[in-house]
């Protein structure tokens, strides 16, 4: 079984339409990110959390929101799903306090707003 | 702000032949540098990170990466590249200026092996 899983894995809905993914970790990791990549424009940190009382804007949160329902779950919404939200979205986790620590990702989810 | 810059898209190379992905940085400080590589359906992996230490480092599937302080680049190469390496490749950098160390990430290079 992976060890970070995003579910669904495909998405397609309308615009204006109320979107959740999610995103659940066996890694035992306190940090979780939710990133979207776009072509030629790699990958931006939308929103990041440090455990689960503690939630924190990345560079693109307008538009969406989260929620840290425990260590091994973190979900990321779209409240009113707009076209240019079109875009494969990535759950990562990470292990804290080094300097060096790497991203473990998700296999993402594919959003397509029409 | 801290930043990487790839500057090819794309990269062909023929299968047995060394590769390079090439990538430059910006920091302020000591560069933490990091080689991520995507399959198609699949997430992220990590390939390999430098820190300190020897310029040249090594990471997964026989991939290493060239550290040049002097050039600000941080090139990703491979003696022998096979078909199996093809794949999207990132390189990042972690942002040390602000109280959150995040990685920041370059727009990615597509690397295309041929039989």
């Known amino acids: 079984d992976a060890d970070v899983t995003q579910t669904p894995r495909n998405r397609i809905t309308k615009t204006g339409k109320r979107i959740m993914l999610e995103c659940s970790q066996t890694k035992g990791h306190d940090r979780m990110y939710w990133y979207r990549q776009d072509p030629g424009l790699g990958l931006r940190l939308i929103y990041y959390s440090f455990d689960v009382k503690d939630i924190n804007k990345g560079e693109i949160s307008d538009g969406y929101s989260v929620s840290r329902q425990a260590q091994a779950k973190f979900s990321l919404s779209l409240e009113s799903a707009i076209p240019n939200q079109t875009a494969l979205y990535f759950c990562a986790t990470s292990d804290p306090g080094q300097l060096n620590e790497k991203l473990f990702f998700g296999s993402g989810t594919q959003l397509s707003v029409l | 702000a801290q930043s990487v810059a790839q500057p090819e898209d794309q990269v062909n190379v023929a299968e047995g032949n060394p590769l390079t992905v090439k990538c430059t940085y910006s920091v302020s400080g000591n560069p933490y540098l990091f080689w991520y590589v995507q399959y198609p359906n699949r997430g992220l992996q990590f390939l390999l990170k430098y820190i300190t230490g020897d310029n040249l480092v090594k990471g997964s599937y026989g991939f290493e990466a060239e550290f040049n302080k002097s050039q600000t680049s941080f090139h990703l190469k491979k003696p022998s590249a096979l078909v199996s390496d093809s794949a999207l490749y990132f390189c990042?950098?972690?942002?040390?200026?602000?109280?959150?160390?995040?990685?920041?990430f370059g727009t990615g290079t597509r690397l295309l092996v041929s039989p």
């Open positions: 990042a950098v972690r942002d040390i200026d602000t109280g959150f160390q995040k990685l920041v």
